[in-house]
């Protein structure tokens, strides 16, 4: 049955061949293998980024100057192959079943972190490196807590437990931790003056602290924790806000992916004994959730900015570095083509939106709806906001009408997930007036999503370094664990 299934999906995502190489110069250096023991391990998960949003991505590198032939740095390393990401219960992941594959080479049921079928604990790949004395760091633009930076450092038999997540974090001996997510690790009476969610009196900054973590905790911190020079055998905990980072598209006052990764590294690499570290550009998945297109572009961009980082320091240490690049599964069945545009597109379209459907909601259509209700709203009022922020003008009739459809149920409160259908297939449960401009301008570029959720399609996986040329082919998320536990180990 599982021979079946991976030959269906393979056959499914035949016409996704963008593994060719591409003609982007990417200097890497050449490593002499007289070492086979992977010393550093770097490993890159784009959560929701799979084919699709690669090749969306390129695409819209490729728009402004004319061109199909633009490739995000990791598409050019040499090994690739594709990974399946099903979970234990299900053939549609969640991001704690595929991450709890790629950290423990087990699967298990969506929802669980780091544990089995039957709720036992698995031991990490974070741990194994741990024990060759290795130092550790998680690096994520999400919640530090979230499903996948979870399933590196805790156990739960459930992902949303994010107060008890947090605490087998700060417990659990990392060396480098950097993300969202302050509010489940500070105490209801902190002195940060910052929110918490936390149900108990326990700080567990102050406790870290206390085993001799140095902390930068909020946004006010960006700076100090950027200007920083990490010692040897520094522990550092880094978290710049209460919940997910911004949006790239966005701009935010917090360390940007690359600006955290090159951190880690800077303090990780300290060690002679080598590292193993983990970055996931989490907020593509969120995007793609709610299918803004150009924010899950901008944070895939931001995504390849922290792989350069790990080429980098790869290009200096070529001959005990292992570098792997995959997704955890994919998000919003985005595809390029749409039914309207047949066999053209206009990506171009996408390149004059200014910031993230969140970003637009929080500060400025939150304060329409403030000051409106049925009997005065109109989406004249907001034609200024959908040109200015979106690039979207000369509205058709068509567009008019859907637009003011939507924002009469925005204004009514009509936000209605999975209790009438047909509504949640138009509005995936977020804002509709918001949705509807990123359908509007998606497709205007020819961009397409058949999901507010994940899909079952494979992610493609690149690997550069040390045992990179067992990235081949068509294989399992539980191998990329395989694979790193087997460099790790090799010769120890």
Do not use: W
């Amino acid at each position: 049955m599982k021979r079946k299934l991976i030959l269906l999906l393979a056959i499914t995502c035949s016409c996704f061949s963008i593994f060719a190489q591409g003609s982007k110069e990417l200097t890497i250096s050449n490593p002499i293998l007289t070492n086979k023991n992977a010393k550093n391990v770097i490993l890159l998960i784009g959560d929701g980024m799979s084919i699709a949003q690669i090749a969306t991505t390129d695409a819209f590198l490729g728009a402004s100057e004319n061109t199909y032939d633009k490739h995000l740095n990791f598409e050019n390393f040499k090994n690739q192959g594709l990974t399946t990401t099903y979970a234990q219960d299900r053939l549609i992941t969640d991001s704690a079943a595929a991450g709890t594959a790629l950290a423990t080479g087990s699967k298990t049921y969506c929802g669980g972190i780091s544990v089995d079928i039957n709720k036992n604990n698995l031991k990490t790949i974070l741990e194994y490196a741990q024990d060759l004395n290795k130092s550790t760091g998680i690096v994520t633009s999400t919640r530090v807590t979230h499903a996948t930076p979870a399933v590196f450092l805790a156990n739960n038999i459930d992902r949303d437990a994010e107060n008890e997540i947090a605490v087998d974090e700060a417990y659990s001996n990392v060396t480098f931790l950097a993300g969202g997510g302050y509010r489940n690790f500070i105490s209801p009476n902190n002195s940060y003056n910052l929110k918490s969610k936390r149900t108990d009196d326990r700080d567990l900054i102050v406790e870290m602290e206390k085993m001799g973590y140095i902390s930068f905790i909020g946004e006010n911190d960006t700076t100090k924790f950027l200007n920083y020079n990490p010692k040897k055998d520094d522990k550092i905990v880094g978290l710049f806000a209460a919940s997910h980072l911004d949006y790239a598209i966005d701009k935010a006052n917090q360390p940007t992916l690359s600006q955290m990764t090159s951190k880690a590294i800077e303090t990780l690499s300290q060690d002679n004994d080598g590292f193993f570290l983990m970055v996931e550009g989490g907020r593509i998945d969120h995007a793609c959730h709610a299918n803004d297109a150009v924010s899950a572009i901008e944070d895939t961009l931001a995504f390849e900015e922290a792989v350069q980082v790990a080429i980098d320091f790869y290009n200096e240490n070529p001959n005990d570095t292992l570098i792997i690049v995959t997704g955890d599964h994919e998000t919003g069945g985005l595809t390029l083509g749409f039914a309207a545009t047949a066999y053209e597109s206009a990506y171009n379209q996408l390149q004059n939106q200014k910031i993230s459907y969140e970003r637009y909601g929080i500060d400025y259509f939150n304060k329409y709806k403030k000051s409106h209700d049925l009997s005065n709203c109109s989406v004249n009022d907001l034609i200024g906001d959908l040109d200015y922020y979106f690039g979207l003008n000369n509205l058709s009739q068509d567009e008019i009408i859907s637009l003011d459809d939507a924002l009469k149920r925005s204004i009514a409160g009509e936000i209605i997930k999975g209790s009438q259908i047909n509504d949640y297939l138009l509005y995936g449960g977020y804002e509709p007036f918001i949705m509807e401009i990123t359908h509007i301008l998606n497709k205007r570029a020819g961009v397409a999503f058949t999901s507010y959720s994940h899909t079952a399609v494979p992610v493609g996986t690149f690997a550069l370094g040390v045992s990179s040329e067992k990235v081949n082919g068509m294989f399992d998320n539980t191998d990329i664990f395989n694979i790193i536990y087997d460099a790790m180990f090799a010769n120890n």
